[in-house]
């Protein structure tokens, strides 16, 4: 199906485990972004990336890396998970400017560590 | 921290009533955006306002934004009980790279 797809949907890890969220978009949007949600702090910005190869950080990096070889791809990967990194994961793209259109988000990946 | 702040938290209405929310935000912006949230599932986009627009219809849905006072409202008229989700505003900067910020968010629940 065409949209945008994030893998796995649960993941329940231990705390210094090294784990990668995926995400696919079958769109060839441009910019690309992940965002975690937690409670009573709405949804910050990890990470996002203009196209491949270019990405930067968001607002809530540490702990956090990400790659984009391919446009299509943007995995995120928690180097050594912390408890404080349990929350719910959104990956989100958006074809051109955000001055002109809104962001396609994917369902989330909610993540646990334990 | 959050650009958008949404008032209120949590709204309780019943089926055929309108609901109001509103969103504050603190910088200049580009444009102001509404999203939907259904429990368990990700953000869906409603509809965009730009800075240089006052009021926006899209179905149900009425966004009104007011620079002076940096605020905007999202109206939804004759509410169902699919209305029932949460609602985030996210603003766009007029600088910087083009990344949204969104609000925390109104929980709304319609009830039949």
């Known amino acids: 199906d065409a949209g945008i797809t994030q893998s796995p949907r649960y993941k329940i890890t231990e705390t210094g485990r090294q784990v990668t969220l995926m995400c696919h978009q079958t769109?060839?949007?441009?910019?690309m972004f992940w965002y975690r949600q937690d409670l009573g702090h709405g949804l910050r910005l990890i990470y996002y990336?203009?196209?491949?190869?270019?990405?930067d950080k968001g607002e809530v990096p540490d702990g956090y890396v990400v790659s984009r070889s391919k446009t299509e791809n943007f995995p995120l990967t928690l180097e050594s998970a912390t408890r404080s990194q349990t929350s719910v994961y959104f990956c989100?793209?958006?074809?051109?400017?955000?001055?002109?259109?809104?962001?396609?988000f994917g369902s989330g990946t909610r993540l646990t560590v334990v | 921290s959050q650009q958008g702040e949404e008032d209120p938290q949590a709204l309780s209405i019943q089926e055929g009533e309108n609901a109001t929310m509103n969103c504050s935000y603190k910088?200049?912006?580009?444009?102001l955006q509404w999203y939907r949230q259904n429990s368990g599932r990700g953000l869906v986009h409603l509809i965009l306002?730009?800075?240089?627009?006052r009021e926006k219809h899209s179905g149900r849905l009425r966004v009104t934004l007011d620079t002076s006072k940096k605020s905007s409202s999202l109206l939804i008229t004759a509410s169902r009980a699919a209305d029932t989700a949460s609602y985030f505003c996210?603003?766009?900067?007029?600088?910087?790279?083009?990344?949204?910020?969104f609000g925390t968010g109104t929980r709304l629940l319609v009830s039949p």
């Open positions: 989100a793209s958006s074809e051109g400017s955000i001055r002109s259109g809104g962001y396609t």
């Open positions: 769109w060839s949007h441009s910019y």
């Open positions: 990336s203009a196209a491949a190869d270019i990405t």
């Open positions: 910088t200049s912006i580009n444009n």
């Open positions: 306002i730009r800075s240089n627009e």
């Open positions: 996210a603003t766009a900067m007029n600088t910087g790279f083009q990344k949204l910020v």
